[in-house]
């Protein structure tokens, strides 16, 4: 039988959304699929395949070895043409189901948005019976909102999400303004009318993302960033400086060289003196305000200020480290939480100076926190999983610290506060907010987040978080592709998810695509674009081997012009980006060169081009970002 019913069961929105993903898909692959209507007790008819939690659709038949099976996402297929079950461990699970029955009758995914789906055209009904059951290796598989954004890029996203393994999407500050902004306003683009919107449109396309987050039973996490501008009395502005706090919050900031001020004029980068008693009922306060409120958020973030050596200086502050006053701070939150039945997890921070775990201060209730190790500073020219010898935490130094660089060095932070909390934890990662540009096939940046992702467990690390751009894909989608199919399978072989990918995204002729990519990996340097210290002749010689070898590829990479979606946006992508390409490793080879008026000029010839090309880029490529960290971080200026 290829004809289907396919029945929800019970009464779960998310259950019901997955029931008609799974019609939607069939009806592309010529399946006749059809709505039923879920009777608890019925007897299961022929051609009825059900969906929906374990519990509704396989009774006394649980899962086993979930710590969680709310948190923990497992499936279980089990469908024969006569019809059959798809059931997961919790309601986002059984989504997650359809996907994996789907991908397996030969479904991809190879982008967000809806042409980005490949529907198998033949051979799909033989795959069928199909029996399945997985659990998937780590429980947090999220991405982090930075950039510029459009609403339509987020909630493409987030369709996305699921249909490749993640189960989690973040806004960091209160609301998405601060990206969104910055797309309507075109900010680093004068070539395009800014359209602003208010901080009201901001909030309510903040919730339209996570209704439709949670429209697919996504883990919502929230703030994060912009804590200690509410203590202050003021409004959150992203980065932006700002006006200085009132005169009676003034005393409740970090005292730096004998004066309480705002570091560098920016409320979301300054410190509070966190030893004041004052301070840390406001900042208990206001999180457990801000809990109460807000029940969708299930996951709450608390963080303290985003700069580094800028902690206070008082007498009292000096008498403890940051992580300290930190803890002390977080137990009083806990405190407030408990006292009202709260129960949203809160999430808190290795980074900067919270890196240098607690020495005196302990978690009185550990349940409810989730440690997130945040190795920002870190390179992505190397992986968790290539050895380097051990290192040793240094000794705090007090506004004198030196961010790490090294995979050693960063990892001795984190068994440093493995020792003080055992409990749930996830690596918080940048690989696709800042490093990948400096890797433009994108090749190099996937192995590195393979590699990664394959290394958490002897890292004592349950999952992990990208913080980036929304529009990672130009040339491809392939490192978001690869996070969410390796953190959902870490079993995942790079070698043939690349094969898979390529073939799929490209159609005839992806050897060659593949090929023109894996030479733009080898020849760019992420550390050098992320404004690290390395031999600038071996990044310059790379870039010029690149120059003299894609001349080829103009030539031989198959056309795009008579193919049919999806491959026709994919090659016409690959296409622009050979002229991308050139004009980047020209700017950068004479930076490296550190041929001043060169560069200039060369980064103007760049900067003009994507800016030019924007609009019909925007789906793959955050233009606001790259010119964003070029300037700020190598050094490129107009």
């Known amino acids: 039988?290829?004809?289907?019913?396919?029945?929800?069961?019970?009464?779960?929105?998310?259950?019901?959304?997955?029931?008609?993903?799974?019609?939607?898909?069939?009806?592309?692959?010529?399946?006749?699929?059809?709505?039923?209507?879920?009777?608890?007790?019925?007897?299961?008819?022929?051609?009825?395949?059900?969906?929906?939690?374990?519990?509704?659709?396989?009774?006394?038949?649980?899962?086993?070895?979930?710590?969680?099976a709310q948190l923990d996402d497992a499936v279980r297929i089990r469908v024969s043409r006569e019809g059959g079950i798809l059931a997961g461990s919790n309601e986002r699970s059984a989504l997650l189901a359809v996907y994996r029955f789907l991908y397996e009758l030969g479904f991809r995914w190879v982008r967000p948005?809806?042409?980005?789906?490949?529907?198998?055209?033949?051979?799909?009904?033989?795959?069928?019976?199909?029996?399945?059951?997985?659990?998937?290796?780590?429980?947090?598989?999220?991405?982090?909102?930075?950039?510029?954004?459009?609403?339509?890029?987020?909630?493409?996203?987030?369709?996305?999400?699921?249909?490749?393994?993640?189960?989690?999407?973040?806004?960091?500050?209160?609301?998405?303004?601060?990206?969104?902004?910055?797309?309507?306003?075109?900010?680093?683009?004068?070539?395009?009318?800014?359209?602003?919107?208010?901080?009201?449109?901001?909030?309510?396309?903040?919730?339209?993302?996570?209704?439709?987050?949670?429209?697919?039973?996504?883990?919502?996490?929230?703030?994060?960033?912009?804590?200690?501008?509410?203590?202050?009395?003021?409004?959150?502005?992203?980065?932006?400086?700002?006006?200085?706090?009132?005169?009676?919050?003034?005393?409740?900031?970090?005292?730096?060289?004998?004066?309480?001020?705002?570091?560098?004029?920016?409320?979301?980068?300054?410190?509070?003196?966190?030893?004041?008693?004052?301070?840390?009922?406001?900042?208990?306060?206001?999180?457990?305000?801000?809990?109460?409120?807000?029940?969708?958020?299930?996951?709450?973030?608390?963080?303290?200020?985003?700069?580094?050596?800028?902690?206070?200086?008082?007498?009292?502050?000096?008498e403890h480290l940051p992580t300290d006053l930190y803890i002390h701070i977080l137990n009083e939150i806990d405190r407030r939480l408990t006292e009202l039945g709260v129960r949203t997890r809160i999430v808190m921070l290795a980074y900067q100076e919270l890196l240098w775990a607690p020495e005196k201060e302990r978690l009185h209730n550990p349940d409810r926190f989730v440690l997130m190790f945040a190795p920002i500073s870190r390179s992505f020219e190397h992986s968790y999983a290539e050895p380097e010898p051990p290192a040793q935490v240094p000794a705090y130094e007090r506004n004198h610290i030196t961010m790490p660089v090294g995979i050693a060095e960063n990892t001795a932070f984190l068994r440093g506060w493995q020792k003080a909390f055992s409990g749930d934890s996830f690596d918080y990662d940048y690989h696709l907010g800042r490093?990948?540009?400096?890797?433009?096939?994108?090749?190099?940046?996937?192995?590195?987040?393979?590699?990664?992702?394959?290394?958490?467990?002897?890292?004592?690390?349950?999952?992990?978080?990208?913080?980036?751009?929304?529009?990672?894909?130009?040339?491809?989608?392939?490192?978001?592709?690869?996070?969410?199919?390796?953190?959902?399978?870490?079993?995942?072989d790079f070698k043939e998810l690349t094969r898979d990918y390529f073939s799929h995204c490209f159609g005839e002729g992806w050897e060659e695509c593949l090929a023109y990519c894996e030479l733009a990996s080898r020849s760019f340097s992420m550390d050098f674009w992320n404004g690290k210290k390395v031999d600038r002749e071996k990044v310059a010689a790379r870039l010029e081997s690149f120059l003299k070898e894609q001349k080829r590829y103009e030539t031989s990479l198959p056309a795009w012009e008579s193919a049919q979606e999806p491959v026709r946006s994919a090659r016409r992508i690959l296409h622009e980006h050979l002229r991308y390409a050139r004009l980047f490793a020209q700017a950068l080879l004479c930076r490296a060169r550190g041929e001043e008026a060169a560069t200039r000029e060369h980064w103007r010839a760049f900067a003009a081009w994507i800016r030019e090309h924007e609009m019909p880029l925007q789906p793959w490529l955050d233009v606001y970002r790259i010119m964003e960290i070029g300037q700020n971080y190598t050094g490129f200026s107009e």
């Open 1 to 68: 039988m290829t004809k289907f019913q396919v029945v929800p069961c019970g009464e779960s929105p998310v259950v019901s959304f997955a029931a008609e993903e799974l019609i939607r898909h069939f009806q592309m692959a010529g399946c006749s699929a059809f709505p039923g209507k879920w009777t608890p007790g019925k007897e299961q008819e022929p051609g009825v395949i059900r969906i929906g939690t374990v519990d509704d659709v396989d009774p006394g038949k649980p899962f086993e070895g979930l710590k969680d």
């Open 113 to 318: 948005g809806k042409d980005g789906v490949c529907a198998p055209e033949k051979g799909w009904k033989e795959k069928i019976p199909l029996a399945l059951e997985e659990r998937a290796s780590f429980r947090h598989r999220g991405i982090c909102i930075e950039g510029a954004e459009s609403v339509e890029n987020i909630l493409d996203l987030l369709d996305w999400m699921p249909k490749v393994g993640y189960n989690a999407y973040f806004v960091q500050f209160d609301d998405a303004y601060i990206f969104l902004n910055r797309w309507y306003t075109h900010e680093n683009n004068p070539l395009l009318p800014p359209h602003p919107i208010s901080r009201g449109e901001g909030a309510r396309m903040t919730e339209w993302i996570i209704e439709e987050a949670h429209r697919r039973g996504l883990m919502y996490h929230a703030v994060g960033h912009g804590w200690t501008t509410r203590v202050m009395g003021l409004c959150d502005g992203g980065w932006e400086k700002t006006q200085e706090p009132p005169p009676e919050t003034r005393g409740l900031l970090a005292e730096i060289d004998g004066k309480r001020t705002l570091f560098h004029g920016v409320p979301t980068n300054t410190n509070l003196c966190y030893s004041s008693p004052e301070v840390v009922e406001r900042f208990a306060e206001t999180v457990t305000e801000y809990a109460r409120q807000h029940p969708e958020a299930d996951y709450l973030h608390v963080w303290l200020a985003d700069a580094f050596n800028n902690q206070c200086e008082c007498p009292a502050c000096r």
């Open 435 to 492: 490093a990948h540009y400096g890797d433009p096939g994108y090749q190099r940046i996937s192995e590195v987040l393979w590699e990664d992702v394959r290394s958490l467990p002897a890292l004592g690390l349950n999952g992990m978080m990208l913080c980036q751009e929304q529009r990672v894909g130009f040339p491809t989608w392939m490192p978001n592709y690869t996070g969410g199919m390796t953190l959902w399978n870490r079993s995942t």
